[in-house]
């Protein structure tokens, strides 16, 4: 189970995972954005994450690195929305329910009895329209100013 933020994801995230081998995650999120301006926007993301190993030191752990894949979906009609500004030729933005993204993440944990645990998650991911962007444009632009931070508490049982 998790609770966190989920970046462009939503603001805010909740989600149930699942482990395998301690290696292999899969999980479900509901993110959702409160939002004035358009009304509030629930996305939901299905995605997996491959953990190549766990470090421990008595009670605490560490997960260097998580590297996975996902998709996600609003229930708005459309994931970006239309604005005014410099880009208003209507082909400009991407009107779909679906995108899909890569995830990179880094993670500290303790260990609690009965083999349960508490994570902190730091993770970056980036749209697979980020990906396009830098592909592109031949990877000039930063690949920071593609990706879209959030930070996620878990609790593992």
Do not use: C
Request: net charge negative; proline share 4%; charged share 15%.
């Amino acid at each position: 189970m998790s609770l966190g933020t989920a970046a462009y994801l939503g603001r805010y995230q909740v989600g149930l995972s699942h482990t395998f081998n301690q290696k292999h995650e899969v999980g479900f999120t509901l993110g959702w954005t409160p939002d004035d301006l358009v009304g509030e926007v629930r996305q939901y993301s299905i995605e997996y994450g491959y953990t190549p190993w766990t470090l421990q030191s008595e009670a605490w752990l560490l997960q260097p690195m998580t590297i996975g894949f996902g998709a996600t979906a609003t229930d708005h009609k459309e994931f970006f929305f239309k604005s005014s500004g410099k880009y208003d030729d209507e082909a400009y933005y991407d009107a779909t329910l679906r995108r899909y993204l890569v995830r990179y993440a880094i993670s500290v944990g303790r260990q609690l009895p009965n083999e349960q645990s508490i994570w902190l998650r730091f993770h970056l991911s980036i749209l697979d329209q980020g990906l396009q962007v830098l592909f592109n444009n031949g990877w000039q632009p930063a690949l920071l100013d593609y990706m879209s931070p959030g930070l996620s508490l878990f609790y593992r049982f």
